[in-house]
């Protein structure tokens, strides 16, 4: 446990200074500690409260652009994990972009041919008919 009285307290931060240095909410901190993304810490001994080292801030902003990114939590976790492995190369981080870039690829193709369909349909709605009788909701139950 850390000592409140021993120790420096600027080097651990409560989970809402965390949550504030990072722009998240004290919620989004747990939930990333529930889910193994950073590790639990020790309370301080006067208070019971949470004392985050101060390297979680590093950490929470990784998830947080990792995920700004596309990338699950999961696949935040395995960059995670290959941060910390010494014998892991940036071969490793590279393949694991890339896989992601290749993801989301694959969904842009899936949105283009969302977009095109919708469009199609709108074509079809005169847009004067009454709306039991519009084609687009009419392909639609088909």
């Given at each position: 446990?850390?000592?409140?009285?021993?120790?420096?307290?600027?080097?651990?931060?409560?989970?809402?200074?965390?949550?504030?240095?990072?722009?998240?909410?004290?919620?989004?901190?747990?939930?990333?500690e529930d889910r193994g993304l950073i590790a639990e810490p020790p309370r301080f001994e006067s208070s019971g409260y949470r004392a985050y080292p101060s390297e979680t801030v590093e950490r929470v902003e990784l998830?947080?652009?990792?995920?700004?990114?596309?990338?699950?939590?999961?696949?935040?976790?395995?960059l995670l994990e290959l941060r910390a492995d010494d014998e892991a190369s940036c071969e490793e981080v590279r393949r694991v972009a890339e896989q992601k870039a290749e993801d989301v690829r694959?969904?842009?193709?899936?949105?283009?041919?969302?977009?095109?369909g919708l469009e199609a349909l709108t074509e079809l709605c005169p847009g004067?008919?009454?709306?039991?009788?519009?084609?687009f909701l009419e392909v639609l139950t088909r």
């Open positions: 446990m850390v000592q409140s009285s021993s120790s420096p307290l600027d080097e651990h931060l409560r989970v809402g200074e965390v949550a504030e240095r990072c722009g998240v909410t004290s919620d989004t901190v747990r939930f990333y998830i947080q652009n990792a995920q700004d990114l596309g990338f699950s939590l999961d696949e935040t976790k395995k694959a969904k842009i193709e899936r949105l283009e041919a969302m977009l095109q004067d008919v009454p709306s039991d009788e519009c084609p």
